[in-house]
């Protein structure tokens, strides 16, 4: 078992930013692609950011490039998505997912945190 704590939400006006954190433990961290994922009210859980067991890859969903990058710290069992120029749209709950590869379906992962709210205001 893998057991992830997401922290780092808040309220943010628009072009702000924020950095959302992701402690891990259990199972070797370093085992593990870890992802960001997120969902807004009504909406289905999408993938955000992903990267792979030691760092060296990295992939974003197209609304996020260039603004939010996703890194890892495996001495601390921590991934990290630092979150520039937010945006109303970001809104939503970011939720952290450990599993074997990076992978758009929510499917593919295997174990989850609980959720982290963002909110972002015009």
């Known amino acids: 078992q893998v057991r992830l704590v997401e922290s780092g939400g808040g309220l943010v006006q628009a072009g702000g930013s924020l950095r959302l954190s992701c402690a891990a433990s259990g199972r070797p961290f370093s085992r593990y692609a870890m992802g960001w994922f997120r969902q807004a009210p009504g909406q289905e859980r999408e993938f955000v950011a992903g990267i792979g067991w030691s760092g060296g890859s990295t992939y974003y969903t197209d609304s996020v490039k260039g603004r939010f990058t996703i890194s890892r710290d495996n001495a601390k069992n ?3 998505l630092q979150m520039n120029s937010l945006k109303p749209e ?18 593919t992962w295997d174990y989850w945190g609980r959720g982290t709210w963002v909110t972002v205001s015009s």
């Open 78 to 80: 921590t991934v990290y």
């Open 90 to 107: 970001d809104t939503a709950v970011y939720y952290c997912a450990a599993g074997t590869s990076i992978a758009v379906p929510t499917t």
